[in-house]
């Protein structure tokens, strides 16, 4: 949500403003606007719509500036249009403030500031701010940076917020409360952001800052004070992606190709895992042989695609590892007081590190006194840094707002997790966890030649573009891919979807069959259950009331009552979910193409959720 760029230094400041907005359009917005630090008083202009709209405002004549700030909007209080679009103006359009995040107290200081005399234009919570920052920085004798650390005591909510004044235009104070901002440190000018792709073409020196840290830019300085002005010693890191690595190279959207990114991704991941005597190596967890023994559950926090990562990590890890886990999504975690303690460790699974639900569902877990472990894509994001420990995801960085190579990794993330607690706790041998790490090693090849295959399943998709309704259905392993299928559908394409349990189309789902209605199966394989009878009983089930089956299904494994097959290489059962997926994120991507949406920036939906 919102994407936030500052910039100080030498050059015109329209530049990295404005490409660093770029670069954060895949996080989701409805508006755009900038604010330039001109003497006297600020500039500003704010378009709503895409950021070509407020493009298009500034090809006139603009005045010289060496700083400002910028910013994309997702609207939460306030329509999406230019007079709720940030920037937003103190009075006297000489402080102006951009936000990510919401201010809970907003109704309250607003009618306060206006009691005394404050005149508001905006049906927004983050005007109350730059009108408070106005009267606070007059109280401090100019000093933003010590009116932003009184204002911050007197917010309540999850924030980030940037702001600049006429009368000192070099310097920009920022601030974040559970939600990102990082700082980028350049010779003779530096940067803040929500992310560190706005950045990337000038530093790869960046700042990670911490709960309730006020940070101060100027093209010569960085400082930062915790909220009692005391300073605080920055913890810089190298950021290890060039800014190649955030374009599309040659696709015609990011998501396709990330899609085709998926077998460098998962084996990226897997990457220095198993040692040469054959042992997980996870250092990072953390924990000892003797805790981890003592475990009595897990539980595993997520919202979304993440949510469906960590259902297949509960088959994998109980299989392994013996031990029980539960899923929970994490937006509803701490509404139930749910039993955990000292003896249970919580994996949060996160691509940002900024999912607010997940993020508020660990701290919860941590107060009652679990260990936490977070699964993670993005290197010093606020998960991460409230977990006891953190487990990498090396996708890279991922543009699109649906997720798929995030997704594929964070499942290889978890099964490795799985054998490495199987490992400790004595379950498996040395060898039982080679075999498997070996077939894992061999997924990224396996992924790769799906994609060689799916010219045709994109062809196949298209006649299916004007279906209303899509349904998938799995069994075992196969039940989170049918959930991550049909969400990927409804993302991108806007379209009735749903993913069921195959089990369970006899008890409801199956009314919603009529002729015509695509269903797309997943066919396991490698049972002793006998789950692929089942499954093809389930697709005769809907063949039989006019459904048009596709299924996804092993290469060489005899299907029936199939109007299409999708081939798949063969792997053990609980790894089908990293190949079975990949066609279906395909089958979502080229649907939204023929319909005409957009691909990567999907209505409504953003890619870092930091409000609850």
């Known amino acids: 949500m919102c ?31 900038i604010a330039l630090g001109t003497a006297s008083k600020l500039f500003v202009e704010k378009r709503a719509g895409k950021l070509s709209n407020l493009e298009a405002e500034l090809k006139g004549s603009l005045p010289s500036a060496h700083s400002g700030i910028g910013h994309t909007r997702w609207a939460t209080h306030g329509g999406p249009t230019d007079k709720n679009a940030h920037p937003h103006l103190d009075n006297e359009g000489k402080l102006a403030v951009i936000h990510n995040g919401i201010i809970e107290n907003y109704t309250q200081l607003r009618a306060e500031l206006e009691h005394r005399g404050h005149s508001f234009s905006s049906d927004t919570d983050t005007e109350s701010v730059a009108h408070l920052l106005s009267e606070l920085r007059k109280k401090h004798g100019g000093d933003l940076a010590a009116a932003m650390r009184e204002a ?137 042989t003797e805790e981890i023994k003592a475990l009595k559950k897990i539980v595993l926090l997520a919202c979304g695609t993440a949510y469906h990562a960590g259902m297949l990590a509960k088959y994998a890890i ?77 996708a890279g960085p991922e543009i699109a707002v649906a997720s798929t190579k995030a997704f594929l990794t964070q499942v290889i993330a978890v099964y490795v997790i799985g054998l490495y607690l199987a490992q400790v706790r004595g379950i498996m041998g040395n060898d039982q966890v080679k075999e498997l790490f070996n077939e894992m090693s061999a997924l990224p090849s396996k992924i790769e030649q799906v994609l060689e295959t799916v010219e045709p399943l994109r062809k196949l998709t298209r006649g299916f573009a004007q279906s209303t309704s899509v349904l998938f259905l799995g069994r075992h392993v196969g039940f989170p891919v049918a959930l991550e299928g049909a969400l990927k559908l409804k993302e991108l394409a ?7 349990a195959g089990g369970e189309l006899k008890h409801g789902p199956i009314a919603l069959i009529e002729p015509g209605t695509p269903v797309i199966a997943i066919l396991p394989t490698g049972h002793d259950h006998g789950l692929d009878e089942k499954m093809l009983s389930n697709i005769q089930e809907v ?50 193409v023929t319909r005409g949406n957009d691909v990567d920036q999907p209505r409504n939906l953003a890619k870092s959720v930091t409000v609850e």
């Not at 792997?571 to 979910?577: E, S, V, Y």
């Not at 279906?584 to 649907?591: D, I, N, S």
Request: overall charge negative; glycine content about 8%; proline content about 4%.
């Open 3 to 33: 994407g936030i760029v500052g910039y100080s230094g030498g050059q015109s400041a329209i530049a990295p403003l404005l490409e660093g907005l770029r670069r954060l359009e895949y996080r989701g917005y409805d508006s755009a606007g």
């Open 152 to 288: 911050v005591t007197l917010l309540r909510g999850s924030f980030t917020l940037l702001a600049i004044h006429a009368d000192a235009p070099q310097t920009i104070v920022g601030v974040r409360r559970n939600s990102p901002l990082v700082v980028g440190i350049g010779k003779g000018e530096n940067f803040m952001a929500s992310d560190v792709a706005a950045f990337i073409d000038y530093t790869k020196r960046a700042i990670e800052l911490g709960q309730d840290e006020v940070v101060t830019i100027t093209p010569e300085k960085v400082s930062i004070t915790d909220l009692n002005g005391i300073a605080v010693v920055p913890k810089e890191y190298e950021i290890t992606w060039d800014a190649s690595a955030a374009e599309k190279g040659g696709f015609n959207h990011f998501m396709l190709k990330e899609i085709f990114e998926q077998p460098k991704a998962v084996a990226d991941t897997l990457l220095g895992r198993l040692s040469p005597s054959n042992q997980i190596v996870l250092d990072e967890l953390r924990l000892s």
């Open 318 to 394: 109980e299989k392994w590892a013996k031990i029980s886990v539960e899923v929970e999504l994490a937006s509803e975690f701490r509404y139930r007081d749910p039993l955990i303690d000292s003896s249970t460790l919580v994996i949060a699974i996160s691509q940002s590190g900024e999912t607010m639900d997940t993020l508020m569902a660990l701290r919860h877990a941590k107060a009652a006194g679990a260990r936490i472990l977070a699964v993670c894509n993005t290197n010093s994001s606020t998960i991460p840094r409230e977990s006891d420990a953190v487990l990498y995801t090396h």
């Open 494 to 500: 806007y379209m009735h979807a749903e993913g069921f």
């Open 543 to 592: 063949k039989a009331r006019g459904a048009r089956v596709i299924v996804i299904a092993d290469e060489g494994v005899e299907v029936t009552g199939a109007e299409h097959i999708i081939r798949i290489p063969t792997t053990p059962a609980l790894f089908q979910p990293i190949l079975a997926t990949v066609p279906l994120q395909v089958f979502a991507y080229e649907m939204a």
